[in-house]
């Protein structure tokens, strides 16, 4: 057999034995932790809550405050908690007339471990007469007894 049909074969093979894992140890199905999802729900719950009341700072609440902390949204990378409230602080203003109207959507909580999770949902913002929305991936890790966000993924809705 030549190098180049083994190495796909090899390719093939650790992929399917890295996916059989994730599905197995990582868990295959949304929401088949229901405590867990009630955590995440809850936070994401109190970070609307918090952007709706004009409290920016009470909306970062739920991301880990880290220079570690990964944004990511319109084909930029943005690190850490502070770099991240300024992006928002520059979108959106600081106070509830500038911010407007946040809700989350169509939540799925898969578990990747006791202290690892992502999340798949929707989100939508009424904000001066204008609706925009989208969808967002996010990695949740338990630290310090702590579930809080670690990397953000956004995208817009066209």
């Not at 083994?6 to 599905?23: D, E, H």
């Not at 970062?60 to 409230?85: A, C, K, Q």
């Amino acid at each position: 057999m030549n190098r180049p049909v083994r190495s796909k074969r090899l390719k093939a093979v650790t992929f399917s034995i890295f996916m059989t894992i994730g599905v197995v140890v990582g868990g295959s199905a949304p929401n088949e932790n229901p405590q867990l999802t009630a955590v995440i729900v809850d936070l994401l719950d109190g970070q609307s809550e918090a952007w709706n009341r004009g409290n920016l700072e009470g909306f970062m609440d739920g991301y880990w405050e880290s220079p570690d902390l990964i944004f990511t949204s319109g084909g930029r990378v943005n690190r850490g908690w502070e770099t991240t409230l300024e992006k928002y602080r520059e979108t959106y203003g600081g106070g509830k007339s500038s911010m407007g109207s946040l809700s989350f959507e169509e939540i799925e909580v898969y578990s990747l471990s006791p202290d690892a999770a992502w999340v798949l949902g929707r989100w939508q913002l009424e904000r001066g007469g204008e609706s925009s929305g989208g969808v967002f991936t996010l990695i949740f890790r338990k630290i310090s007894g702590r579930w809080v966000i670690v990397h953000d993924h956004t995208s817009v809705e066209e």
